[in-house]
């Protein structure tokens, strides 16, 4: 089993090779179908080969131009926003919604706190 993080969120999927999935697995992590004339979402078709055997995730995401970052044992693969979505974000100067617990360990969800004032605090080691 391979662990997969993209925005549509954490799976755990059987793969091959790199991230070679099925279709039915490319489309769950990625939101891309694949069709005849390619990987598709949306009225959106990139021309992109599957197989029989699979989608080569890792392929189509650099294909895209999309960061895309394994662990060493390829047991971990992140699938990372490209620079247009980023942007897209950024430029809208709204946060994506995240889920974190306060210090008692109830979840609040960002979103939750839109319209409203509130305080995030971060902190890290490094």
């Known amino acids: 089993m391979t662990t997969v993080l993209t925005d549509e969120g954490t799976f755990d999927v059987a793969t091959s090779d790199e991230l070679r999935v099925t279709a039915a697995d490319?489309?769950?992590?990625?939101?891309?179908?694949?069709?005849p004339r390619g990987m598709c979402k949306g009225a959106v078709c990139v021309p992109f080969a599957g197989s029989g055997a699979g989608v080569d995730l890792a392929a189509f995401w650099r294909?895209?131009?999309?960061?895309?970052?394994?662990?060493?044992?390829?047991?971990?693969?992140?699938?990372?926003?490209?620079?247009?979505?980023r942007n897209a974000s950024l430029a809208g100067l709204e946060a994506p919604d995240i889920t974190?617990?306060?210090l008692a360990g109830a979840p609040h969800t960002l979103s939750s706190l839109r319209g409203n004032k509130g305080l995030l605090t971060t902190w890290a080691s490094w």
């Open 26 to 35: 490319a489309e769950r992590l990625t939101g891309w179908k694949l069709e």
């Open 100 to 102: 974190l617990p306060d």
């Open 63 to 85: 294909h895209l131009g999309n960061p895309l970052l394994a662990d060493r044992g390829g047991e971990i693969w992140v699938l990372g926003a490209g620079a247009d979505e």
